[in-house]
């Protein structure tokens, strides 16, 4: 489950609350950190998101739950933190118009596809050097991705906490079956580490690609600072 598909009325309100209060302040923040932007990036933003929405819309049954690939991971490096946000928000609206989700998980949604969009980013410029795009973005995919699924089943797992009678929705029911039982670590896991590899694989060949015809397209990590001892005289 790469995002949350529960209809409205069954999450606490005090947690889509909390969700929604931060999607407006990352909106926020990235309509200030976007003001100056061209409509060139504005299109290559847009094509990023239809793609990104396109990918979420195929649910693919794992373990008995339904897994979206996100491109989270790729969207986050290309876009960087201020447009990934405003892909994230669009998509995940886009979604809940298609029946995909309650207009209540919006903001839940919108936050985790943001935190692994970011954390992608984070971890690419600092392996892109040693490891070249292609593996850079596969690694960074990966770990955003698993940290996210990670997100969304403490989030179920609070929902539950804070409103027991949540475990009626079917899709926080199989997940909290799977974490009850014991069977998280003997099928879910491995299920889903399937599933990651595929979007990492992707990234991979993305990465990859991109790096050998449209490198401009890719960040580039920051030069390293010499200490000032080590700066030769002029």
Same mark, same amino acid.
């Given at each position: 489950?790469? %995002?949350?598909?529960?209809?409205?009325?069954? *999450?606490?309100?005090?947690?889509?609350? =909390?969700? /929604?209060?931060? &999607?407006? *302040?990352? #909106?926020?923040?990235?309509?200030?950190?976007?003001?100056?932007?061209?409509?060139?990036?504005?299109?290559?933003?847009?094509? /990023?998101?239809? /793609? &990104?929405?396109?990918?979420?819309?195929?649910?693919?049954?794992?373990?008995?739950? %339904?897994?979206?690939?996100?491109?989270?991971?790729?969207? !986050? +490096?290309? @876009?960087?933190?201020?447009?990934?946000?405003?892909?994230?928000?669009?998509? #995940? =609206?886009?979604?809940?118009?298609?029946?995909? !989700?309650?207009?209540? =998980?919006?903001?839940?949604?919108? +936050? +985790?596809? #943001?935190?692994?969009? +970011?954390?992608?980013?984070?971890?690419?410029?600092?392996l892109a050097t040693a490891l070249g795009p292609?593996?850079? &973005?596969?690694?960074?995919?990966?770990?955003?991705?698993?940290?996210?699924?990670?997100?969304?089943?403490?989030? @179920?797992?609070?929902?539950?906490? @804070?409103?027991?009678?949540?475990?009626?929705?079917?899709?926080?029911?199989?997940?909290?079956?799977?974490?009850?039982?014991?069977?998280?670590?003997?099928?879910? $896991?491995?299920?889903?580490?399937?599933?990651?590899?595929?979007?990492?694989? @992707?990234?991979?060949?993305?990465?990859?690609?991109?790096?050998?015809?449209?490198?401009? $397209?890719?960040?580039?990590?920051?030069?390293?600072?010499?200490p000032s001892s080590e700066?030769?005289? #002029?």
């Amino acid at each position: 489950m790469s %995002h949350l598909h529960i209809p409205d009325g069954i *999450l606490p309100p005090v947690l889509w609350l =909390v969700g /929604l209060l931060l &999607m407006l *302040l990352l #909106t926020g923040l990235s309509v200030a950190a976007t003001r100056r932007t061209g409509p060139q990036q504005i299109a290559y933003q847009s094509a /990023l998101g239809g /793609l &990104m929405l396109a990918v979420m819309a195929l649910p693919v049954p794992v373990a008995g739950l %339904h897994y979206c690939m996100t491109l989270a991971g790729p969207i !986050g +490096v290309l @876009l960087g933190w201020a447009s990934a946000v405003q892909v994230s928000i669009v998509v #995940t =609206v886009i979604l809940a118009l298609l029946g995909q !989700g309650g207009f209540t =998980v919006i903001g839940l949604n919108a +936050v +985790v596809l #943001t935190f692994g969009a +970011v954390l992608a980013r984070w971890i690419y410029l600092r392996l892109a050097t040693a490891l070249g795009p292609g593996r850079a &973005m596969a690694i960074a995919t990966a770990i955003s991705q698993l940290l996210s699924s990670a997100a969304w089943v403490a989030i @179920l797992a609070a929902a539950v906490r @804070l409103r027991p009678a949540a475990i009626l929705n079917h899709d926080v029911h199989d997940m909290m079956q799977f974490v009850q039982l014991s069977l998280l670590a003997t099928l879910l $896991l491995p299920s889903l580490a399937a599933a990651v590899a595929v979007e990492a694989l @992707l990234a991979y060949g993305l990465g990859g690609f991109l790096g050998r015809v449209r490198p401009d $397209l890719l960040p580039q990590p920051a030069p390293e600072r010499l200490p000032s001892s080590e700066i030769p005289s #002029t």
